[in-house]
C-alpha cells in the first residue's frame, strides 16, 4: 500500500468514525432545528414544541432543505442581537415585501405554507383553531357511546363506522 | 370483453343515466352503463379520516383532460365584481367543475335537489325571453315526486313549487349561521328557510342520516348523501339486469343504414382494449360536455356536422353559473365548519320580476364555511395574513367565524356560448377534446350587480360580520350546472331531442342529462330536474318498448 492510498483509506475511515458518532450528521440536524425553530415562530407558536419541518430524502422536498435553511440563517445573521433573534421584525417586514435577498423573497411562501400546513392539520394545531377535528380512529368505542351515552352527538368520527370492515383492517 | 348486446346502453352513470338505468332494469331490459371514471370505494378512497383530509380531494386525480375554455375578455366596466380572494385573471375561460366516476357529479354535488319553478317552463310566454320548454312543471311534478321519494329529499314545502304530499324527510335544522342571517332578512322582510337536500335528515330505507361533517364535496363516508352510487344504482343492479362497467369511455358511435344507431365503440382505459357493444337503445348520459363532444365527434355519412345534429344545435346554447359570493367573518365563533354544505336558501328573488329592473330571477343562499375553507389548515393558509403571533391570533379568534353568503342566477341560452371539437388536440384517447367558447355579456354582469347588493344588504341587516373579499363569476369561471347543449323541444328544427329525451333525428339514441334542459331554472340546481326527465323518459321507454 503506497503512502498515498494508506493516507486516502485513513481520511474515509475517520468520516466513517464521524459519521457513526453522529458528527456528520450535525450541521443537517442543526440546520433542521433552525428551520423548526423560525417555523415555530412563523406561526405564532413558538411555546410549543412541536417539529414543522420534517425533511424528506427526495426531489423537491430535500431541496426545501437547502432553501429553509438558506432563510433560517438569513434572519439569524441580520436580525440577532444580544438577546436573541428577532423575528417579528424580520415576519413585519417579510409581510411588507421589504426583505431583499432573492432566495429568501423565493422561498418565503413555500415555508409559511409548509409551517401552517403542518401545524394546523395536526391535533395541537386543531386545538387553537378550535376545531373538534378529524374523526377518531376508535370507531367503535365512539360508536358505543354514541348509542348508549351520546345519542345527540354528532360529530363526524361516526361516519367511520362503515370504513372499519376494509380501509383499517388493511391498515 | 368481446362484443356484447344489451337492451339499453347507457353512457355515462351520473344524474340522468343512473335514473334511466334502474328504471329500464327495473322494467326487465338488460342493461349496460358504460363509465369512464372509477367506481369509488368510501372506505377506501375518501379521506376524512386522514389527518390532511382537507388537502385531499378523491376526484380530481381521476378527471381526465377532455375540454379546453377559450380565454375571452368579460365585458367592461364591472372591475367591482372581480374576485378578491383569488388571483384574478385579466381573461376568463370556461373551467368545468365535475367529477368522473361511477355516480358522476352526484359525486360531488352538495345534495341540493330543486325542483324548478313552474314559471320556469315558460320563460319566453311569460317573460319574453329565452324559450319555453315542452313539457311543463304540472306534467313533471308527479316524476318529481318520485324522484324526491327514491331520494330521500329533506325539505319544507314552499307554495313557489306547488306539491301534492310533503318531502319524504324533514328540513335540516338551519346551521346558527344561518339563524344569524335569517333575523338580518327578515329585517329586510325577506325569508331565509331551510335548503331543500337530498341528503337525509333522519334514518331511511336502511341508510343512516347525515353527521353533519360538511364533507359532501369530498365524498360522503356515511352514505347519507343520495349520490347515485349510492341511492340509484343499487336498485338497479339488484335486479341482475343492470351492469355498471368503469373505467371504459365511448369513443364512437356508429349507424347501420336504415340510420339508427347499431354500436358504440367503447375503450377500456386500463388495458386500452377496444370493443363493440351493440343495443336496441342507446342513452346518452354524460353531461352537457361530453355528450355533445361524443356526437360532433361521431359525425358520419347522413350526420356530416355531427350524429342527431340537423338542426345544427348540438353544443350550442351552453349555459354555466352565474354566481358571487360574500366570504365574511362573523363576530363570534359559529362552527361553521360544521352542517350540511348549502343549508339555507333564500326565494324571494327567484321569481323574474320586471320591476326590478331585471327581469330574471336568482336564489340567494348561505353555507355558512365554503367546502374549500372548511378546515382550519386552509383558513390559516388563505385567509389568515400574516406572519406569527399575528396570524396565530386570527386563526384563534376567526376559525369557525368564517362563512359565505351567494347568490346564483340562471344564464340566457345563447347560440354563440357553444363547443365545438379541438382539432389540434385530443384527450388521452384519441378523441378531439371539446373547445369551449362562453363569455359573459352585459346581462350576466348585471344579474353578478344585483346578487351582489342585495347579498351585501342582508349582511348589513345581520350585523356583526366583517367582510374578508368575494369569488365571482365574473373572472373565474367554475361551470357545475352547465346545461343546454342538446336542447329538448317540439320541433326538430329548433331543438335536438323531443320531450321524451329521443332524439328527433335518430329513433333509437336518447339524451338523459343536462345537455336536454331548454333553461337553467332561475338559479335553483338542475341535478332533480336531470332525474326527474330521465325517470320520464325511461318510463316512456320501458312503457313503449317493453322489453
Known amino acids: 500500500m503506497t503512502r498515498r492510498a494508506f493516507l486516502g483509506y485513513a481520511l474515509l475511515a475517520l468520516c466513517s468514525f464521524k459519521t457513526l458518532l453522529g458528527c456528520g450528521r450535525s450541521r443537517t440536524a442543526d440546520t433542521i432545528e433552525r428551520i423548526n425553530v423560525m417555523m415555530r415562530h412563523m406561526v405564532g407558536v413558538e411555546d410549543r414544541d412541536v417539529a414543522l419541518f420534517r425533511p424528506a430524502e427526495s426531489g423537491l422536498e430535500s431541496q426545501k432543505t437547502a432553501w429553509y435553511g438558506e432563510i433560517a440563517d438569513y434572519v439569524v445573521r441580520h436580525y440577532a442581537d444580544q438577546v436573541g433573534v428577532d423575528y417579528e421584525r424580520f415576519f413585519t417586514q417579510a409581510a411588507n415585501h421589504q426583505v431583499k435577498n432573492p432566495t429568501v423573497s423565493f422561498a418565503l411562501d413555500m415555508m409559511r405554507a409548509d409551517a401552517i400546513t403542518a401545524f394546523y392539520t395536526s391535533p395541537e394545531g386543531w386545538r387553537i383553531a378550535g376545531y373538534q377535528g378529524p374523526p377518531v380512529k376508535s370507531t367503535w368505542v365512539h360508536f358505543i357511546l354514541r348509542k348508549t351515552v351520546y345519542p345527540s352527538c354528532n360529530l363526524p368520527c361516526h361516519a367511520l363506522i362503515d370504513r372499519m370492515s376494509s380501509k383499517h383492517q388493511d391498515d | 370483453m368481446r362484443d356484447a348486446e ?53 376526484f380530481v386525480p381521476h378527471i381526465p383532460d377532455t375540454c379546453n375554455g377559450v380565454p375571452s375578455r368579460p365585458p367592461s ?53 329565452d324559450v319555453d320548454w315542452p313539457v311543463t312543471y304540472e306534467e313533471l311534478a308527479p316524476f318529481y315526486a318520485e324522484m324526491e321519494v327514491r331520494l330521500g329529499v329533506a325539505g319544507e314545502s314552499h307554495p313557489l313549487f306547488p306539491r301534492a304530499s310533503p318531502y319524504p324527510n324533514p328540513p335540516h335544522p338551519l346551521s346558527p349561521a344561518s339563524r344569524r342571517i335569517a333575523v338580518g332578512c327578515s329585517r329586510m322582510g325577506l325569508h331565509l328557510g331551510p335548503n331543500t337536500l337530498a341528503i337525509l335528515s333522519r334514518p331511511y330505507r336502511n341508510r343512516r342520516p347525515c353527521v353533519y361533517c360538511k364533507m359532501c364535496c369530498r365524498g360522503c363516508m356515511v352514505g347519507d348523501k343520495s349520490s347515485a352510487d349510492v341511492a340509484i344504482l343499487p336498485v338497479g343492479e339488484k335486479t341482475g339486469r343492470l351492469h355498471v362497467r368503469p373505467q371504459t369511455v365511448a369513443t364512437r358511435i356508429k349507424l347501420n343504414k336504415t340510420g339508427r344507431v347499431s354500436s358504440v365503440l367503447a375503450l377500456d382505459t386500463e388495458t386500452g382494449q377496444e370493443f363493440l357493444v351493440r343495443a336496441d337503445a342507446v342513452i346518452l348520459s354524460a353531461g352537457a360536455i361530453e355528450t355533445p363532444r361524443l356526437l360532433l365527434h361521431s359525425a358520419q355519412s347522413g350526420f356530416p356536422q355531427g350524429l342527431a345534429n340537423r338542426s345544427g344545435l348540438v353544443g350550442k346554447n351552453l349555459m354555466e353559473n352565474i354566481y358571487i ?11 361553521t365548519y360544521k352542517g350540511v354544505p348549502i343549508d339555507s336558501r333564500l326565494l324571494d328573488f327567484v321569481k323574474p320580476d320586471p320591476d326590478r329592473g331585471f327581469p330574471r330571477g336568482f336564489v340567494i343562499a348561505s353555507m355558512g364555511a365554503p367546502d374549500y375553507l372548511q378546515g382550519p389548515a386552509a383558513f390559516a393558509l388563505w385567509i389568515a395574513p400574516g406572519y406569527g403571533r399575528a396570524h396565530r391570533q386570527f386563526v384563534e379568534k376567526h376559525y369557525g367565524a368564517h362563512a359565505m353568503i351567494y347568490g346564483i342566477a340562471e344564464q340566457g341560452p345563447r347560440e354563440g356560448n357553444a363547443l365545438t371539437l379541438d382539432s389540434e388536440d385530443k384527450d388521452p384517447w384519441g378523441v378531439p377534446k371539446a373547445r369551449v367558447d362562453t363569455r359573459l355579456n352585459i346581462e350576466d354582469c348585471t344579474l353578478l350587480e344585483l346578487m351582489r347588493r342585495q347579498c351585501s344588504h342582508i349582511l348589513e341587516a345581520t350585523g356583526g360580520t366583517t367582510l374578508l373579499g368575494q369569488y365571482s363569476a365574473y373572472d373565474i369561471s367554475r361551470a357545475t350546472h352547465a346545461v343546454g347543449t342538446a336542447r329538448m323541444g317540439t320541433h326538430e328544427e329548433d331543438s335536438v331531442v323531443d320531450t321524451f329525451c329521443r332524439c328527433h333525428d335518430i329513433p333509437n339514441l336518447y339524451i338523459m342529462d343536462g345537455s336536454v334542459l331548454p333553461t337553467q331554472g332561475c338559479g335553483c340546481s338542475p341535478s332533480l330536474t336531470i332525474q326527474t326527465l330521465a325517470l320520464r323518459a325511461a318510463e316512456k321507454m320501458a312503457s313503449c318498448h317493453g322489453v
Do not use: N
Open chain 2, 6 to 58: 344489451y337492451d339499453a346502453l347507457i353512457i355515462g352513470s351520473g344524474a340522468g343515466g343512473s335514473v334511466a338505468a334502474t328504471r329500464l332494469a327495473l322494467a326487465g331490459w338488460k342493461v349496460l352503463v358504460l363509465e369512464q371514471g372509477l367506481r369509488f370505494d368510501p372506505a377506501r378512497d375518501y379521506h376524512l379520516d386522514e389527518r390532511d383530509w382537507e388537502f385531499k380531494d378523491p
Open chain 2, 77 to 129: 366596466g364591472f372591475d367591482h365584481l372581480r374576485s378578491t380572494l383569488e388571483s384574478s385573471p385579466s381573461l376568463r375561460a370556461f373551467h368545468y367543475a365535475r367529477a368522473c366516476g361511477v355516480g358522476g357529479s352526484t359525486l360531488r354535488y352538495q345534495g341540493e335537489a330543486h325542483r324548478f319553478p313552474p314559471y320556469a317552463f315558460s320563460m319566453k310566454s311569460r317573460y319574453g325571453m
Open chain 2, 325 to 335: 359570493g360574500l366570504l365574511f367573518l362573523f363576530d363570534e365563533k359559529l362552527e
